[in-house]
Nanobody
């Protein structure tokens, strides 16, 4: 299995930027597609974006398109989520997750491995 650790969260003003990182250890990182999810207080965890194992296919939730960018560096066993033009509604705990298997998925139940999450707070 793979272990995931997120970092880079924090407090930022609206319109600001943050870069989240996800460090992987354990099994071969390039075997896994990666996803980013977030969970606001009192809400269900929701899909933010995903990237396939080669980094060639990316997909984003509509509410982050044009603002967030996912990338990965397989030799360094890391995935990243660059967030710009942050809004107060982006506040929440952000999680990276890994999955194996064919095809692409934005369904959180298809991701087997999760990090502990990192808090992002956007003030207005």
């Amino acid at each position: 299995q793979v272990q995931l650790v997120e970092s880079g969260g924090g407090l930022v003003q609206a319109g600001g930027s943050l870069r989240l990182s996800c460090a992987a250890s354990g099994r071969t990182f390039s075997n896994y597609a990666m996803g980013w999810f977030r969970q606001a207080p009192g809400k269900e965890r929701e899909f933010v974006g995903r990237i396939n194992w080669t980094g060639t296919i990316k997909y984003y939730a509509d509410f982050v398109k044009g603002r967030f960018t996912i990338s990965r560096d397989n030799p360094k066993n890391t995935a990243s989520l660059q967030m710009t033009d942050l809004k107060p509604e982006d506040t929440g705990v952000y999680y990276c997750a890994a999955r194996t298997g064919a095809g692409e998925s934005s369904d959180r139940t298809s991701y087997s491995y999760w990090g502990q999450g990192t808090q992002v707070t956007v003030s207005s």
